[in-house]
């Protein structure tokens, strides 16, 4: 670098480098470069289509007819339609109850596989079956199982003379909203169940042995011990379990297409039926839109309620 | 004139004749194609269809083998696309409005009403089709007819009829089956008396559950919509048609709240429900397997009774075949269209789909495939009786709409199952109609 002194001016020059060769020597233009790939990735296949759902939302788009904006008709029209009401029900209720079921049944599963069995990693790989069996082969078992003639369950109760006539399964609105979420918890077990354990093998086994020589029971070794150290993944784990459920779709395609008279419509099915067989896809896209609070308000839970420390220590704010 | 394949073969044979005797050289295509225009394909052309999965083999080999048949007449090659049934809507619809994709497509119902401008008018040979053969049966004009022209050919209406056991039905004191709607219900409570219900799908069935809601709405007098798209279903029809529909449920086999398409076709077969409604699919299903043959032999069919209206309406199945304008080849689609209505290859085909597919055009309801056997008969007036979706109102966007929210499946459900009375649940369809003929 050299200084001139010329015409009463100072000049600094210094030596040419391209643009380039200054970002990569900068720490940041680095990083950013780096980030260049991820962040159009997810400019193309998640901000676009996301965008572009809602922005379907306040037109009036039918299937290959480019629509208007419309504003918020699509969805002054939900907000009055029953049938959509019913399908946000369901869809709540589905998530709790299936939701709840699973942590409850994997949490159990989990602790049951941490013991010392016989045959342990053989256990732990059949628990993963119905995980692995595609969804819509598991549903077409399940609808054969549930089936208002044929249903395996309502056969041997029958030989056995506890019931006169096939149990309704999928025509009565509540045993088809009962046998839908058993379905779903058959088949999300495996993955809480399987999750949970990794969690619980991270604990060390000092800590229970140090609280057992304190005189903790096997409830408090599990309230005091287990419990709190678990919880970081049990947030984690039951934010992704909300979401499979909420999103479900295959399930109830397969069993009830939304039936009995929309008794399992769940909002995911209703878009679907709206916006592809139906070519109303500015309707669809507003009820899968008006999915997205549901699903923000459940990350936001588990992220910055069940992943706080006071919380996990089994305290208050 | 009209001309059935018979008449052609003899006209034909006697033509050689007198050729053979004379010396005379004519064009067998002259005879049979006296009022058909002709297309000359672009040279060069090729063409794309785009066709649902086909229900019945020889359909397919049929419709395949007069295609290979136009090729070597013209040398166009045609290259066949099939879907799956529900996914041949939202293709074409995609393919019309970028304008690019297949040349033509064999879609359903009201498809081509969702797209009337993307399609090449084919009213000269609409017109001289139905003057050739006889007429096109009205119900099915009017799914490919906008106004004065034709936007596509109407190509079958896929039959539905009851299908029902001939001993069973006797058993319940029927020597005869009913034809009107009051006898029928009598046979389903003495059959369900019996310990051998009929069933019909009040769940999600797309093709089972809409052709019965729309049987029992039309049946009654009732429409969903007036002429001029009006929405008009809250009459004293309407709820006549849901009393019926209540008094009906209530001799079904347990469980018909459920039934999507394929449960009726397993209950009839297991032999625990007497009575459905189906497509001559469930008949052939029990007659190529060994196990079934006494089912087979004691299946009758029927068309579905007659309703206060005084005569036999339905909905079924259609299908149609559209020319989208976008294809460089329109004269060779044309002419591959003209080729498929041929009276010999349109007889073909239709014998080939053994009675699932019903002709579009009155002349072919000679072809023998009717007389065959007598479980085929009745599925030979499905054109006949056929309504289109949303009669009387116009077809598009919204009546395509309202079936497939299962407006009207809906509607009966929810009265028959006591969910709404049936005054709440005709105005929660009346809602949802409205909804969809807003515009």
Not at chain 2, 205 to 215: E, I, K, L, P, R
Not at chain 2, 261 to 266: G, L, P, S
Request: glycine letters at 8%; aromatic letters at 12%.
């Amino acid at each position: 670098m050299s200084t001139t002194l010329e015409g009463g001016k100072i000049a600094v020059s210094r030596p040419r480098t391209s643009m380039l060769t200054r970002l990569s020597e900068s720490r940041n233009g680095l990083g950013l470069l780096f980030m260049l790939p991820a962040a159009a990735f997810l400019l193309c296949f998640l901000t676009y289509p996301l965008g572009l759902g809602v922005w379907l939302g306040f037109t009036d788009t039918s299937t290959g007819r480019p629509g208007v904006f419309i504003g918020l008709e699509n969805y002054v029209w939900l907000w009055n339609d029953n049938v959509f009401w019913l399908s946000v029900f369901n869809t709540l209720l589905y998530t709790f109850v299936a939701t709840v079921l699973k942590f409850v049944l994997g949490l159990w599963l989990a602790l049951v596989l941490n013991q010392h069995l016989r045959f342990k990693n053989f256990f732990r790989a059949i628990i993963l079956l119905p995980w692995v069996v595609p969804t819509v082969l598991s549903a077409l078992a399940f609808w054969w199982i549930f089936d208002s003639q044929f249903s395996i369950i309502s056969f041997v109760l029958m030989d056995w003379g506890l019931i006169e006539r096939p149990i309704n399964f999928l025509g009565d609105p509540n045993l088809a909203r009962a046998s839908v979420i058993a379905a779903n918890v058959w088949r999300g077990i495996p993955f809480v169940a399987i999750c949970l354990l990794a969690g619980l093998q991270t604990i060390p086994q000092s800590l229970h042995e140090a609280a057992a020589l304190d005189g903790a029971k096997s409830w408090q070794r599990f309230r005091y011990v287990t419990l709190p150290l678990l919880t970081p993944i049990i947030a984690v784990v039951m934010t992704f379990s909300v979401l499979f459920t909420f999103t479900d779709f295959q399930l109830i395609y397969v069993l009830t297409r939304g039936g009995p008279v929309n008794a399992t419509h769940l909002m995911a099915t209703l878009s679907f039926q709206r916006a592809i067989p139906g070519g109303q896809l500015g309707e669809g896209a507003a009820i899968a839109v008006a999915m997205i609070p549901f699903l923000l308000g459940a990350i936001l839970f588990s992220f910055f309620g069940l992943q706080r420390r006071k919380w996990q220590q089994g305290g208050a704010d | 004139m009209t001309f059935n394949r018979r008449q052609i073969m003899t006209g034909a044979a006697g033509l050689i004749g007198t050729a053979a005797l004379g010396g005379i050289t004519m064009p067998r295509r002259a005879f049979a194609q006296n009022a058909i225009p002709t297309y000359t394909p672009e040279a060069g052309a090729t063409l794309r269809l785009l066709r649902w999965v086909p229900f019945v083999k020889a359909e397919e080999e049929a419709w395949n083998a007069n295609t290979r048949a136009f090729t070597e007449a013209t040398g166009v090659e045609v290259r066949i696309d099939q879907e799956s049934w529900e996914d041949v809507r939202p293709k074409a619809a995609v393919a019309a409005n970028i304008g690019s994709g297949p040349d033509l497509v064999m879609g359903w119902f009201d498809d081509v009403h969702q797209y009337p401008d993307k399609l090449v008018d084919v009213t000269e040979l609409g017109t001289a089709l139905g003057e050739a053969h006889g007429g096109w049966y009205p119900g099915l004009e009017g799914y490919a007819r906008r106004d004065d022209s034709f936007i596509a050919l109407p190509l079958c209406a896929i039959g539905n009829a009851i299908c029902y056991r001939a001993s069973q039905v006797e058993a319940a004191g029927f020597s005869e089956f009913p034809n009107d709607t009051a006898g029928f219900l009598e046979l389903c409570t003495a059959l369900q008396a019996n310990g051998t219900p009929a069933g019909f799908p009040h769940g999600k069935a797309v093709g089972d559950g809409n052709n019965y809601a729309h049987w029992l709405l039309w049946s009654h007098g009732g429409r969903m919509v007036d002429e001029s798209g009006a929405v008009a279903i809250n009459s004293p029809e309407t709820l006549a048609a849901i009393e019926y529909a209540r008094a009906l449920y209530a001799t079904f086999i347990p469980g018909t709240e459920s039934w999507l398409d394929i449960n009726n076709n397993r209950a009839f077969l297991a032999g625990q429900c007497s009575l459905v409604a189906n497509g001559v699919s469930l008949y052939y299903a029990a007659r190529n397997d060994p196990a079934m043959q006494e089912i087979a032999d004691d299946i009758r069919t029927t068309t579905l009774p007659v309703g206060p209206v005084g005569e036999s309406v339905e909905l079924h199945q259609t299908s149609t075949l559209a020319i989208f304008n976008h294809t460089p080849y329109p004269e060779a689609a044309k002419a591959y269209l003209a080729f498929m209505y041929e009276a010999d290859n349109m007889n073909a085909w239709i014998e080939g789909a053994s009675a699932y597919c019903c002709q579009p055009l009155r002349a072919y309801e000679s072809n023998p495939v009717w007389t065959s056997s007598p479980i085929h008969e009745p599925y030979s007036k499905a054109s006949a009786s056929l309504r289109p979706n949303g009669w009387p109102g116009p077809l598009g966007y919204a009546s395509a709409a309202v079936m497939a929210d299962y407006v009207l499946v809906d509607m009966f459900a929810e009265a028959v199952t006591g969910q709404r009375t049936p005054e709440d649940a005709i105005a929660n369809a009346e809602r949802r109609i409205n909804r969809y003929y807003r515009v």
